[in-house]
């Protein structure tokens, strides 16, 4: 039976070109896609417990994706739950870049979405 899960969450330094800097870090597991919109609702609960433990300058926001999904699909239900979810898009607005990427098992990049803008029509 196809599940979803959370692989990794963690907060990571980085040095960025303004200087040092954090991002939480979170890879996910999507192998039942039609379950996946209440999965990417447990996500962002995760992501809002790890920011409040994170530094508060934290400024950046990966998720990974290894599974059929499509980056632009997680992206535009994330987008969604910002706009109706006050302290996510609180946490979403200190972020200067947040995308999500989807890859292979074995490492290859297959797409990116940024999670900060919609796509211009």
């Known amino acids: 039976m196809p599940t979803n899960s959370v692989a990794n969450l963690k907060t990571v330094n980085f040095q960025s070109p303004t ?26 609960e995760k992501f809002k417990m790890q920011r409040m433990l994170s530094p508060p300058d934290t400024s950046g926001l990966l998720v990974t994706i290894i599974g059929d999904l499509p980056a632009a699909r997680f992206a535009e239900k994330w987008r969604g ?11 979403m607005s200190q972020m200067r870049v947040a995308d999500v990427m989807r890859g292979s098992p074995s490492g290859q990049m297959l797409e990116r979405v940024s999670l900060l803008t919609a796509p211009s029509a």
């Open 19 to 44: 200087g040092p800097a954090a991002a939480i870090v979170i890879g996910v597991n999507i192998s039942d896609v039609q379950a996946a919109d209440a999965f990417i609702s447990e996500v962002a």
């Open 81 to 91: 739950l910002v706009a109706t979810d006050q302290a996510l898009s609180i946490f």
